[in-house]
């Protein structure tokens, strides 16, 4: 189960990270068939298996499922295991920066981290919203064939919702917070140097200009494509359908969560309003009126306790939802790059045979179609280990949110039956008793 | 609780092995020699027991659908035996009749009130027909409830009248018009009147009609927003059954998290339904809350006959000062106040000794008469002050002891749809973990 100390992945065991390219990337020399580093990993660390060393020599892309497979129970433990994460990322303390030009909140990142690529075993910068788009940009050109996680939303109707609401600061922190640690967790994409310059740099701006030039052409490219597709693999188009699915199953449980939300405060409205008739018919009353203020403040207490249950919904719940949402819209352009990427190959693969027909004996394959075919494995792979790494992720996000809501409920019933269970000494004797349970 | 004592009462007074004839007998006789105190219920099972639609023609001769309802009578030590309950039916409008007949028939009592006639401050779902069961259900345990009521006050449960409507079907209607209550009833024109210019109204009636207006403000009021609270109540546990069906087609297209999210989408399906349980619950306190709602009204009528009965006092008092001050006049001869009288006999001249002398003798039995009628209104307004404030403390101790149970019973209700809602929530979690 303890996997081998991640440094011995693939490429960082023998050259410092930045001079890895990804067989994508810009350069690349033809012999070098890198296999994703992560799974490169899992063939180290299970052991018995010899089945290459992370030295580019050639995986047998073959059993690319199973090891992924291996990889998906792998993760799980990864998550669990904390001995083995080498890489600790936080997002946390939001500040107000009010300058004349504009005003913005800056968020600190916190870095630990005993990895080499690191000049320094822990970093702590400030990084604002814009920083966080230029590295899922950075990413997203730079690994096209993996899964990005999402960001939060960046635009928001200005007269709409409050930017610098304490709520709504604390709902993006929260999201930011989730987004780097997901990237942290990511074999590949965690060695991406743009992540390492958002964690380490004192100052990010001098690499805004360098890095908007390099690779912006490559990600568009695999988008558009221009070239059909001809047979798309099983189990791609299933994850195509799975996701039209997921989407449509995630705005119903959106609009249904909104709708209790709403359903919720217009219960406390009327709440609100039945407690002080209690108080108001105490006044006439001599007997009674012990019992109906104790009534009228045990409606205050449940009515309180209702707010705290929507506003923690709508704190902790719908973002959650909706980020999904996001990310599963990221993935599905990703799908679409593995189709172009598989139609380029195709295509030239038809073409080729078309020409070595004219030409009689010509029995070496072109590079080209080669390195189209290389291509093609490649997306392949990587992304069918992070659709299993994004499956169990997602699994693991939804069972706490759910469990999340679970308790929040609980909580709510729990306040409520304090507060009636405080008012039943009060109601049955005539002088109020000590009760030990003390209302929320 | 609603009324004091249920048929599980079982004090007896004598007699065992009773037939019918000589029960009827026996309550007739118990009327007439009844201990003052011993209440009807504790001799008597009284319920009533069914609905059931009939049809019919109406006094205009229209044919119309209305309910009546089973009054069964059974007596307390013949529970064991198994004896069949006497019965008849009665619809509403005989209960009605029933009642004003006591309202007038005993001014100083708080008569409790019947269950509405119409379903009035529902909630949605509740339909406000007549005819709707759910609605002809509680008006059944309403109807029982009022004659527990009587029956077990300690003077109403002894009226002849009432006591045939509970066991005889033939002329109690007839009987009822014989008794002449109807004349008996006081307009309401001078029931207002009155009610302006009472001079010396005892002050614990006129406080006793400020709480009963204030009462019947705030149980409106409460009943009004406990509905609208209700019908919120309903649309926020319904919305849950969305997720019931949600989460079942999310689980078809889920591997691992299929089973889980399958039972904890049957977990909010159970929880969506069991609002249906908790309303209807909530209803019967509302029921209560509305029985006191009305109870204000039989308040107001007591308030209301003092009042008239001080104002006839203060009048026939009024009256006799008034004809003291003529023979006054008349034996000194001084006309103190100016009277027509008084000026013509200037004008026209005095009147004889003798015409004079016969006046005196009709001023002196006047003032006989009027000497007779005050003390006999006094009498009478005292003992009404009386007998009513015995039972205004009565209907103040029961009220007291009514409403905190019905509050404790409330309350016991949100503990339990608490504990419910804790439970539900906690099985989807476990659900939910298994994902």
Known sequence: MSAGTPKSLASSGQKPIQEICHPLGAEETASVLTPSPDVGNTITSIGGKDLSLPNGTPVETSSPASSSSHLNRLQLDDDLDGETRDLFVTVEDPKKHVSTMETYITYMVATKTTRVEFDLPEYSVRRRYQDFDWLRTKLEDTQPTHLIPPLPEKFVMKGVVDRFSEEFVETRRKALDKFLKRVADHPVLSFNEHFNAFLSAKDLNKRLGLALLSKMGESVKYVTGGYKLRGRPVEFSAMGDYLDMFTQKLGTIDRIAQRIIKEQSEYQVELREYGPVYTTWALSEAELQGPLEGVASCMANCSSALDELTQDMSEDFLPVLREYVLYIESMKIVLKKRDNIQAEYEAKLEAAAFRKEEKASCTQVPTDVEKCHDRVECCNADLKSDWDRWQNNKRQDFRQLLTGMADHNIQYYEKCLAAWESVIPLLRDKQPQETETEED | ??????????????????????????????????????????????????????????????????????????????????????????????????????????????????????????????????????????RRVGLENFLHRVASHPVLCNDNIFNIFLTEDKDWKEMVYETGFQAKADSRLKAVNAAFRVKNPDGRFTELKHYSDELQTVLSQLLRVR????????????????????????????????????????HMDAYAASVDDILEEEEHYADQLKEYLFYTDALRAVCRKHELTQFELEMVALDLACKKQQKEELVTGTVRTFSLKGMTSKLFGQETAEQREAKLQVLEQQLKEGEEAVKEKNTESDEFVKTAWVDIERFKDQKDRDLKEALISYAVMQISMCKKGIQVWTNAKECFNKM
Do not use: C
């Open chain 2, 1 to 138: 609780m609603m009324a004091d004592s249920g048929p599980k009462e079982v004090a007896v007074i004598g007699n065992t092995e009773l037939t019918s004839a000589e029960l009827d007998n026996n309550i007739k006789n118990t009327m007439v020699e009844i201990e003052k105190g011993t209440s009807l219920l504790r001799k008597l099972e009284i319920s009533v027991a069914e609905a059931e639609k009939r049809t019919g023609k109406n006094t205009v001769n229209m044919q119309e659908i209305y309910t009546v309802y089973l009054i069964e009578t059974r007596p307390v030590d013949a529970l064991t035996e198994g004896i069949t309950p006497d019965s008849l039916w009665r619809r509403y409008s005989e209960f009605e009749l029933l009642r004003n007949y006591l309202l007038v028939t005993y001014p100083f009592v708080v008569v409790a009130p019947l269950p509405e006639k119409r379903a009035e401050i529902v909630w949605h779902k509740l339909s406000a027909d007549n005819m709707d069961p759910d609605f002809v259900e509680r």
């Open chain 2, 227 to 266: 509905a609208r609270v209700a019908d919120r109540l309903y649309g926020v546990y319904k919305v849950h059954g969305n997720y019931g069906r949600v989460f079942s087609e999310w689980s078809a297209i889920e591997k691992e998290m299929g089973d889980g999210l399958q039972s904890a989408g049957h």
